[in-house]
């Protein structure tokens, strides 16, 4: 595949009615931007790979989320990791089942995922001739539900083969199950390899930050702009910097939770800034803006974006995989004997140029001896230890709380 073969997205109609993004069942999981998801289609691969993308995040610290669409050479379609099925996004699908054929098979590929669980009920009741496989140890909370309880169709919903010979989709895929215990419950994600475009689809494990917003998360910029302030009294401006701002900030929430360059007032100082804020309506929160970024904000963001290279989530480094780093380089190790060229993710940028020795070497974080040096600046693979600090102090808790079990020594 070369570079020219990666198209440019589409753009939605501006005239299109805002019906068409509304999303009925925000409720279940209620994520902004709750009952209204515009949604982008990009193809990737001509006539053989496309991506759907809307956002979601918690006060407004947004991020892509990503459904991609396959065509399958018998005919017809699959579908990995569906998002929200609002009106314009059956009909952007609609559009490729026009040319291509049905959707024949739904892939959800996580078991913790709520963000991409809850959305693949409602979304296979639009192809009820689709099959739907789920990643194996599917479980719920508060109480461990059957999947036909949680709106998944009664009869078509099949778990993974444990071997991917078996699925009725192995003459164009492979797949590696990733499995995680976690004591009371489980981690797990499916990569799925297309062959013939190699094309490796993941869902949480590997992200790509770019320097730049991503073009789903522009459609509707204030997001940005507001985490683009430095004080309550700082008007919301759209320039193209103030967006690049408010990225690379929203990528640091959303990445390590509290990253050391935020530091955070107290309420009571919040309040009193509020009354400076020249927009206080409830968009902006009433005013409210209780952060603070230190002078060096952004190196911290540097050395996390590392230019766009493969990085385990902060999030899955201190909290998951570190519980079963054996049973994760094995995984990574079976994906990474794959031939592809490109990974897309469910979150951040898509598509990512990328051998499989280079996914690996994302996962030597987990090694204590790795073949290569590491991307960072001191020749090693560990996130600085100021940034990630808050979620080391998260993983004790949830350890002594027997939430997860302890971490384990690397390999």
Not at 80 to 102: F, K, M, S, V, W
Not at 138 to 151: E, M, R, T, V
Not at 270 to 297: I, Q
Request: aromatic share 12%; with cysteine; charged share 20%.
């Amino acid at each position: 595949m070369t570079t020219q073969e990666i198209q440019q997205p589409e753009l939605p109609n501006l005239d299109v009615n805002p019906q068409e993004w509304s999303w009925s069942y925000w409720f279940v999981v209620p994520l902004y931007p709750y009952s209204q998801r515009r949604t982008l289609r990009k193809e990737v691969v001509k006539d053989t790979v496309w991506t759907f993308e809307q956002i979601q995040g918690i006060f407004y610290v947004v991020v892509p989320i990503r459904m991609t669409v396959v065509r399958l050479e018998s005919g017809g379609l699959l579908v990995y990791a569906p998002i929200a099925p609002t009106r314009e996004c059956i009909r952007l699908l609609n559009e490729l089942t026009a040319q291509h054929g049905d959707v024949k098979y739904i892939i959800l590929p996580t078991v913790s995922g709520i963000e991409h669980k809850v959305f693949v009920g409602p979304f296979a009741r639009f192809f009820p001739n689709a099959q739907v496989f789920v990643a194996p140890n599917q479980w719920s909370f508060p109480i461990n539900l059957p999947l036909s309880w949680l709106g998944f169709p009664r009869g078509r919903t099949h778990t993974l083969p444990e071997n991917s010979q078996d699925a009725p989709f192995s003459d164009e895929f492979d797949y590696a199950v990733l499995t995680v215990d976690l004591g009371r419950r489980w981690f797990g994600e499916v990569a799925l390899l297309h062959r013939r475009s190699h094309t490796l689809l993941v869902t949480d494990s590997i992200v790509s930050i770019p320097d730049e917003p991503p073009e789903v998360v522009q459609l509707d910029p204030y997001p940005l702009l507001f985490h683009a302030k430095d004080s309550a009294a700082d008007p919301v401006r759209d320039i193209p910097a103030n967006r690049r701002k408010g990225w690379h900030r929203v990528t640091l929430f959303a990445l390590y939770f509290q990253p050391q360059a935020l530091a955070t007032p107290t309420l009571l100082e919040a309040v009193r800034e509020s009354f400076k804020a020249p927009d206080r309506s409830k968009k902006a929160y009433f005013g409210l803006f209780p952060f603070r970024w230190k002078p060096d904000w952004q190196a911290a963001f540097k050395l996390l974006s590392r230019n766009g290279q493969l990085l385990v989530a902060p999030i899955l480094q201190a909290l998951i995989l570190n519980r079963a780093p054996k049973e994760t380089i094995a995984w990574a190790n079976q994906v990474a004997s794959w031939d592809f060229q490109q990974i897309i993710p469910c979150h951040f940028d898509a598509p990512i140029a990328a051998t499989p020795q280079q996914f690996r070497q994302a996962f030597a974080f987990l090694e204590k001896q790795p073949l290569q040096r590491g991307l960072l600046s001191d020749g090693s693979w560990t996130l600085p230890k100021d940034d990630i600090e808050f979620l080391n102090e998260l993983s004790q808790t949830l350890t002594q709380v027997r939430v997860v079990p302890p971490a384990q020594d690397k390999v």
